[in-house]
């Protein structure tokens, strides 16, 4: 039976068309080298190797994404950390997978689907972008121009000026001469979000030499190549639990704080009441 991609990892960018040419070639060239995660009978990590390896009549390796897990936080983990995703395309992949809902949670119960997905100030941390542009992302998603914004065509600022009827004024020009022909220039980008892409760069380079390490300290065992390949496995797997050990962490942070917020907001309203209560019956 052939599987469809999750909603979840359908909140990201497709792979480029020479990249995926490039994944099917090691493919067959390889073989599978990372297993495909499916939740709910639908692809929720690997899409694009679950595509290559039906390409070249592969019968792909799959595993079961654990139930007692959260697949919200772990699709995050997974691919947040691109570094070809613009910053417009990290804030619409977080909204996008704050807005699913698991088949067992209908939405009006104020029931979160993501510990990572809650106020906007939390969803700009997990996409690592202003709040402002959180903001754009949510009415962007609303008005359905996720999909653009996802493949590229438009930033979130532009799809939420759509969206809410305002496009951008144009500069101002002075009647007596003509407009200068001038190449256009991409907007003003926010300067958190700027922050946050050199921020990306340096953890995916961090990553990208991590692994570069682990290649060369295999290709130095005095192993045969079947053990070799079994190593570099074993670490993928090892490195894979890790960032999502990482990201439920971040996640139980995130719920730690809200609930000492929320706390300390109901300790204050308690206090406050009981003044107010002490204060009626002095009066009386």
Known sequence: MELKQHPLSAAFPAMSADDFAALTADVKANGQREPIIVFEGMVLDGWHRYRACNDLGVKPQQFSFPADKDPVAFVLSQNLHRRHLTASQRASAVVACSEWQPPNMRKGRGEPSSPLAKTNAEMAKAAQVSDKTIKDAKAAHKAGLGDAVKAGALTVKEAAQVARGKPEKPPKTQVAKPPKRELPQAP?????????????TITDLAKEN??????IAIEAMDSSEEEKTQAVETIRELRAL???????????????DTYMR???EARK???????????AGADA
């Open 210 to 215: 991590e692994e570069l390490r682990d290649r």
């Open 262 to 264: 929320e706390s300390a």
């Open 188 to 200: 003003a980008s926010d300067p958190a979000d700027d922050l946050a892409e050199a921020q990306h």
């Open 242 to 256: 890790v960032r999502t050990q990482e990201a439920e962490i971040a996640a139980l942070k995130v719920s730690r």
């Open 269 to 279: 309203d308690a206090i406050y009441w009981r003044k107010q209560a002490k204060k």
